[in-house]
């Protein structure tokens, strides 16, 4: 039987991204570009021109819709759909319990145990013809399958002899928005939020569409919707309403919506005076709004929660722990099978100790006492999304506990969406640090993928950097980002370097020769913007409120943990944070194995070293420079680095479009432009206390420091709302 | 000699946006689709195979560079430019000073005498064979010729014997862009601002040039970056130097930037104590400043000022004039040829008469008492941008002040961007009434064209509906807004249903039965909002600040005139609001001939019965029914006809793809849901005076009167922030 999909969808849907009027980059890593090597070209004609494809549900659909657009634009080839085999068929779509048994048999992989949302790609001998096979257990392995062989092909990959059998390594993938009802985003940097309220849920852009393709096509199968600054507005009918248009869309795409959940709601929009978790009102409150939220999302995931956080309200309000608060919600959504992920970032302005430690003081001892549907999230690093920092030392503390690894995609602390910053390399280096939790090769990935501590359910998620601009992310190159944490989510174990190199054939080109350019400078540039940024272990320089360039010299906010002063704590004795047993001890939270190499001074990895340690201006540094020296040097190189960066895309230009080529330029020499003001005013400020000249090889500040000091950015995007 | 144009855009920029991987809409009118109608194709390739192009300056290169975009996407041919008459020579694009006497001699048109920006185009004999012939005294002229033969050709006009020649009727086309520094547009409802303040000036968007193609295909020639409700930071360098770079984007367009000046700016950011106008240190102060801003702007359009406005800073406040304040401006302006628009959309807390009168109370006194380079700025109607009121008495009351028309393009009160409203039915309706300043036939356009006071400079403003929305504007219907404000401030006798026949023609199709459906359809569309929302004259129902909705009832907020109750003043004895002489006398303003006509029940227009006449619910209508019945009907009416917009969508989707035809169904769904809102609150509140009966053929309420007065939208677009 002819499926009606072919006819439905008779135009081709593609294009040649650089042959059309409008700018690069919507179609992110899913251009599907016509292929243009005759052999591949040919080859893959032949194995897709005529696909048996169940028919089965909205999932398979929205798989079959997908496969329909990548072939028309790569191959200009219409495939001719079938729901069963024929003799021309070359390639078979469907769910294991539909194959036949000659297509099981010939199946190297066995189907049945691939796990949840996994997937078998093979070719394999089929009645005297090769057949490329998908299948999978489920609808959404079949969906997985299905951009994962659209991908293979975009690499050009031989379908000849294919044997792929995977499946996600993390249950819950998940992007967290912290887009708020006025449409702002909290440290967005890429407009405002694709959500429009206002029109929700009468009208359905085609963007909510296109955002959960992208998402599917690399395994995120979560969302939550709104800010965790949350506004208690969302859990009302009227935002319900609109949630549930927004899942209606996503569930094809295997994406369930989530929400965070003010605490204070049964309060604000329930009448109530308290919001005590172990009032029986309030207990009756969330499970009665549960009730109802499953009404209109039937899958709804779950909760995310900030409590007791900068000023959120949360169980403490009433000397319940937060174990009391998540599972007061754990409870209400526990009919249901939804999860409540209970953020771990939590510091108070009461407790002077070291802000780094915190976390870890409030929820080990809570270890064992969440029920079973609550996951506790925590930061990569105690202190806040910093260019760079240890890994956070809850993870390996708490085995009992599935811990949820919450990354930062959007760059708050990295330059915006200006800078190119490729951040699967801060990824890569938490999720294979090792906690000796368990012993060595205890890694921070096998933590968060559950298999350290054999918990029962895992999550990672990432702290959405898409915004509204035409390209989604602002810089096109931060859309790498949203791939890679995407493919981490999937599979932490998979590198930097592979992930790069993904995504730049994906996105620019197969030409070797520009990923021989493009792969070394994605993969150093993180460590370039630590180095012009926050080199050494320093940490949190950056100026009030918005975040955007530095401020070492603030000092006069409100709590001292909000001032940058209270992290680099340098005076004229030297800088940086002693947290070794002499100073604050938080390095005591780590292991023996790594408190000991930390606080050593003679085996402290130096890019932490003013993490952990306070040190004179002139302490020699492992290769004979005193510290003031190497930190001048830090700065120096990574304004040379990113300069390195800008002469690499001028290498590459023959390579791309010319409007591809221009709108990377400008955006590198604003880095360079900022990356000059970070060495500049940092060195600068520094310096009053150092006293020390700066060394050969670093370059003259442009300005003063009271230039730099008196720089003001009142409307910086991204800033949290008055009336949050 | 071989033009180097023709290779360095090698590629084709031109797709089928129905095959595109994105949403339509943004091409908008400028989507130059290939030409499939054989013998049109064949003779556009032969008229344009090989063009001699004038080379000389940035805006003929645009204009260059458009042409062969146009003609490549439509023909598919890449046009051979040469700057030199060759043998092959099919067309000739150049300024009149460079045309040879064999041309200029066989044009019909005089090429001198066309005006400023205006152009000619015609098809000649020369040598032996025809040649098109775009020519023009200025630049400007052969950008606006380029762009009105490519429309032309996109409305497969024949080429031959074409004999236009064209001049705007208006000096002064601009936009307004009510556009914030967080990027929000106070009443925008198409997402944010496109400028993007963060990443200027380094940064330029391919948006700014494409925002600049297209105010320049229908003329218009000037843009106010910054909300009215003005923040003196705009002035300042940092926001200068942005401002510069769009600039320099737009200049090659024929647009130049304006800005909103704050009145307080002098104290704000100069450190002045007083922003009195004739204190020489403020005098000072912008004489500084406007030699500033011209340092970076050197073609920088002027100020427009809102003052002593809603709480906006300005003259009154030092007990100077408005006259005053508008003069210290233009003083500081003079040197540089610009202009200072000064808004007369005042009216005073303390001044307990009729609003609608306050205006001309303000302004009609000190006509005469304006520099030259000022242009008082008035909206179109006396209250502000209702869904219809009778034109502004300013209009024709100063004729020694030349009177720009402030035209509202985004609907702020006529349904945000989900209703489809054709406002050229409007802009229509108000150029073409007659002021009888000058006896009969002194029309507003002629007032604004400065064709009836013979004023030495014209202008018409339209307050921008475009936003960052992937399609500009929200609504696909609402390019048609921008579009048609553009061709009327060209020229303001065209016809609103010649713009909306070139409109759909250049956006959605060319079959004349799809025409036949759409265009009733788009010229109907405002008379259904009148009717559903503010019919015989109602005006300023809107609930509180956001606009969004009906709120009749309103009757609560701090000033009187700010509440719907003053406007709409019904009780038990009746509704209308009496600007009779027995009432405000509001009516004395107009000409006697109006006055009289306005004044008289017999022959004043129902249009506008309840915007001069408060009268009994039992006033007996025209066609004999009462003014409660007849209210009643034709908020039903309104809503029929939303029905059978719909309806007619429907008939006409076969014409279109199927994403454009969702688009718009989903959005009519939703002006259907809203028009009848509108009608159930409207009547049963105002039932709450007539004590009547809704009569047969009016719909029975879906909701009470208590549940409308209920709802509530905090967060609905476009409201002024706060900090404004």
């Known amino acids: 039987m002819k499926n009606k999909l072919a006819t439905?969808?008779?135009?081709?849907?593609?294009?040649?991204?650089?042959?059309?009027?409008?700018?690069?980059?919507?179609?992110?890593?899913?251009?599907?570009?016509?292929?243009?090597?005759?052999?591949?070209?040919?080859d893959y004609r032949?194995?897709?021109?005529?696909?048996?494809?169940?028919?089965?549900?909205?999932?398979?659909?929205?798989?079959?819709?997908?496969?329909?657009?990548?072939?028309?634009?790569?191959?200009?080839?219409?495939?001719?759909?079938t729901d069963t085999i024929e003799i021309s068929t070359a390639m078979v779509v469907a769910r294991r319990s539909k194959l036949d048994d000659a297509l099981l048999n010939a199946l190297t992989s066995d189907p049945d145990h691939i796990g949840k949302e996994g997937f078998v790609i093979e070719t394999i001998p089929y009645k005297g013809r090769e057949m490329v096979v998908i299948t999978a257990g489920d609808d959404s392995g079949i969906l997985y399958g299905t951009y994962r062989f659209l991908r293979l092909m975009q690499l050009h990959q031989d379908?000849?002899?294919?044997?792929?059998?995977?499946?996600?390594?993390?249950?819950?993938?998940?992007?967290?928005?912290?887009?708020?009802?006025?449409?702002?985003?909290?440290?967005?940097?890429?407009?405002?939020?694709?959500?429009?309220?206002?029109?929700?849920?009468?009208?359905?852009?085609?963007?909510?569409?296109?955002?959960?393709?992208?998402?599917?096509?690399?395994?995120?199968?979560?969302?939550?919707?709104?800010?965790?600054?949350?506004?208690?507005?969302?859990?009302?009918?009227?935002?319900?309403?609109?949630?549930?248009?927004?899942?209606?869309?996503?569930?094809?795409?295997?994406?369930?919506?989530?929400?965070?959940?003010?605490?204070?709601?049964?309060?604000?929009?329930?009448?109530?005076?308290?919001?005590?978790?172990?009032?029986?009102?309030?207990?009756?409150?969330?499970?009665t709004k549960a009730e109802e939220i499953y009404k209109f999302i039937p899958d709804f995931g779950g909760f995310l929660v900030k409590a007791n956080s900068e000023g959120q309200p949360g169980p403490q309000s009433y000397g319940r722990s937060h174990a009391d608060g998540a599972n007061l919600l754990a409870k209400a959504l526990q009919p249901y099978n939804g999860v409540v992920i209970w953020r771990a970032f939590v510091y108070s302005a009461q407790d002077s100790t070291d802000r780094a430690k915190q976390a870890y003081n409030e929820f080990v001892p809570l270890d064992g006492r969440f029920m079973d549907n609550v996951m506790v999230q925590a930061k990569n690093g105690p202190i806040d999304f910093q260019p760079r920092e240890p890994f956070h030392p809850l993870f390996g503390a708490m085995p009992k506990t599935p811990l949820m690894m919450e990354f930062q995609i959007t760059q708050e602390y990295l330059g915006f969406s200006t800078h190119l910053v490729f951040l699967p390399k801060l990824y890569e280096e938490v999720l294979r640090s090792d906690t000796y939790a368990m012993g060595k090769g205890s890694t921070v990935g096998k933590v968060i993928d559950g298999s350290l501590f054999h918990n029962k359910i895992s999550g990672m998620a990432g702290v959405s950097n898409i915004g509204n601009d035409l390209n989604w992310t602002g810089h096109p190159f931060a859309q790498a980002n949203w791939y890679g944490f995407g493919r981490l989510a999937w599979d932490p174990a998979l590198s930097a370097d592979t992930i790069a190199e993904e995504w730049i054939r994906l996105t620019y080109s197969l030409d070797p020769g520009f990923i021989s350019l493009i792969k070394p400078m994605m993969l150093t540039s993180r460590e370039a913007v630590v180095n012009y940024m926050t080199p050494l272990g320093l940490h949190h320089l950056f100026d009030t409120g918005h975040h955007y360039g530095p401020g070492p010299w603030v000092n006069n906010l409100s709590r001292p943990e909000w001032n940058p002063t209270y992290y680099h704590k340098a005076d004229e004795n030297g800088i940086g944070f002693d947290r070794t047993p002499g100073g604050s001890n938080a390095s005591s939270q780590y292991a023996r194995e790594i408190s000991t190499l930390m606080n050593?001074?003679?085996?402290?990895?130096?890019?932490?070293?003013?993490?952990?340690?306070?040190?004179?201006?002139?302490?020699?540094?492992?290769?004979?420079?005193?510290?003031?020296?190497?930190?001048?040097?830090?700065?120096?190189?990574?304004?040379?680095?990113?300069?390195?960066?800008?002469?690499?895309?001028?290498?590459?230009?023959?390579?791309?479009?010319?409007?591809?080529?221009?709108?990377?330029?400008?955006?590198?020499?604003?880095?360079?432009?900022?990356?000059?003001?970070?060495?500049?005013?940092?060195?600068?400020y520094f310096q009053t206390f150092s006293k020390m000249e700066l060394p050969d090889g670093v370059d003259k500040p442009a300005h003063t420091l009271k230039y730099y000091q008196s720089l003001k950015f009142p409307y910086a995007p991204g800033i949290r709302p008055q009336w949050n």
């Open 8 to 42: 439905a969808i008779l135009f081709s849907m593609c294009i040649n991204a650089a042959m059309a009027q409008i700018p690069q980059g919507y179609n992110l890593w899913l251009g599907y570009s016509k292929i243009e090597d005759e052999k591949v070209l040919k």
């Open 46 to 81: 032949i194995a897709t021109g005529s696909i048996c494809f169940e028919k089965a549900g909205e999932m398979m659909e929205a798989a079959q819709l997908e496969l329909n657009r990548g072939l028309e634009c790569m191959l200009d080839q219409t495939p001719y759909f």
């Open 159 to 287: 379908l000849a002899g294919l044997r792929i059998s995977d499946a996600p390594k993390i249950d819950l993938r998940l992007l967290n928005h912290w887009d708020n009802l006025d449409r702002s985003i909290e440290r967005g940097y890429a407009g405002f939020t694709l959500w429009n309220w206002q029109k929700l849920p009468g009208y359905i852009d085609q963007r909510y569409i296109d955002y959960a393709r992208a998402n599917a096509s690399i395994g995120i199968n979560g969302t939550v919707l709104n800010n965790v600054n949350a506004n208690a507005l969302v859990l009302t009918p009227m935002y319900l309403e609109k949630m549930a248009a927004l899942a209606d869309v996503f569930r094809a795409y295997g994406i369930k919506v989530y929400l965070s959940a003010r605490f204070s709601a049964p309060m604000e929009i329930g009448g109530l005076t308290t919001a005590d978790p172990l009032n029986e009102d309030v207990q009756n409150w969330w499970n």
């Open 600 to 684: 050593d001074l003679e085996t402290c990895p130096e890019q932490y070293l003013l993490w952990f340690h306070h040190l004179p201006w002139d302490y020699r540094l492992k290769n004979g420079r005193t510290l003031w020296d190497g930190l001048a040097l830090h700065y120096q190189k990574g304004v040379d680095q990113v300069r390195g960066m800008l002469l690499t895309w001028e290498n590459a230009k023959s390579f791309i479009s010319d409007e591809q080529y221009k709108e990377v330029h400008m955006l590198l020499k604003i880095q360079l432009k900022e990356a000059r003001w970070w060495r500049d005013a940092c060195l600068l």
